[in-house]
């Protein structure tokens, strides 16, 4: 029995599969089984229940996952306590909002970098929906995104929040919302509903609301006229500092955006609970310097 058949028999068990597994432990497929299959032998006992569906633990294997958990622990602690973090090897998934990875996400790569050279980094920028759905299967280690995720398997560190400020294009005046549209973040996103929810109030049914994913390019649509929006000032600091955008009080504001560092507690992982703490840290910072 080897260590690298229990961490293979661990991840099968989490994730209810063998391919899922082996995406996980980048292995191939059939490696996965082997090492399933071997460790049965050697222990003359069936850990599964094979069936249509997703693998079910038998009662040994339940007995073994609990092993299986306290090694895998020993393990982090080990690594966390007497190994050289410089000399850390493997893949770090990371989500993270559009709104961070427009701030102060290179800096927190930066920092990640210095403390863990030998890591390589996967990198996905998206919408926070999908990024809790993406952490919730595993398919991502730590995610930066409006939280925190309600899951009592997830560990949330608060980051700082981002308030909202209202933008116009320098060369077009209106502000009145029932002439001009509002674009806003994604229509699947809390902010996008408590506009909606605040506009059906104050401006009624000549509201029109553009939803779009992209920071950037809703930025954009409101310097060149076609829109006014609520963004983050730290975002729009280019666009207001070549004079293409300009503040505006429409005599409400949006709540502010409201960020987490998030990751699942078990298995447990040293490298992902640092790097959640080196992201707060960085994100203190970034935000004691930029402007809200």
């Not at 939280?147 to 560190?157: L, Q």
């Not at 902010?191 to 401006?203: A, D, G």
Request: glycine fraction near 4%.
């Amino acid at each position: 029995m080897t260590f690298e058949q229990i961490r293979t028999f661990l991840w099968v068990a989490r994730l209810g599969g063998f391919r899922k597994a082996a995406d996980r432990l980048h292995l191939s497929q059939p490696a996965v089984s082997t090492r399933i299959s071997n460790l049965e032998q050697e222990l003359r006992v069936t850990l599964f229940e094979r069936g249509s569906g997703d693998l079910v633990l038998t009662k040994q294997g339940m007995l073994l996952l609990s092993y299986a958990e306290q090694m895998l622990f020993v393990e982090e602690e080990i690594k966390q306590r007497v190994a050289n973090p410089a000399e850390t090897e493997g893949l770090f998934r990371v989500g993270a909002s559009e709104t961070i990875a427009q701030a102060w996400l290179p800096e927190f790569l930066k920092a990640f970098s210095k403390e863990y050279p030998r890591v390589n980094v996967d990198l996905t920028v998206d919408i926070s929906l999908n990024l809790r759905t993406a952490l919730l299967d595993r398919r991502l280690d730590l995610v930066f995104l409006m939280g925190p995720v309600s899951e009592f398997t997830v560990e949330n560190v608060s980051l700082p929040s981002f308030d909202l400020h209202w933008y116009r294009a320098a060369t077009n005046p209106i502000t009145d919302m029932a002439q001009i549209p509002v674009i806003s973040y994604s229509s699947q996103t809390r902010p996008y509903r408590e506009l909606i929810s605040e506009l059906s109030r104050t401006v009624g049914p000549k509201a029109r609301v553009f939803a779009s994913a992209s920071l950037s390019a809703s930025l954009k649509m409101i310097a060149a006229g076609i829109a006014v929006g609520p963004y983050p000032r730290a975002l729009a600091n280019d666009f207001l500092a070549s004079e293409q955008i300009v503040e505006f009080d429409p005599g409400f504001q949006p709540q502010p955006l409201e960020f987490t560092a998030s990751y699942l507690s078990e298995p447990r992982s040293f490298l992902v609970e640092n790097s959640a703490e080196i992201a707060r840290s960085i994100a203190l910072e970034w935000d004691s310097t930029y402007p809200k």
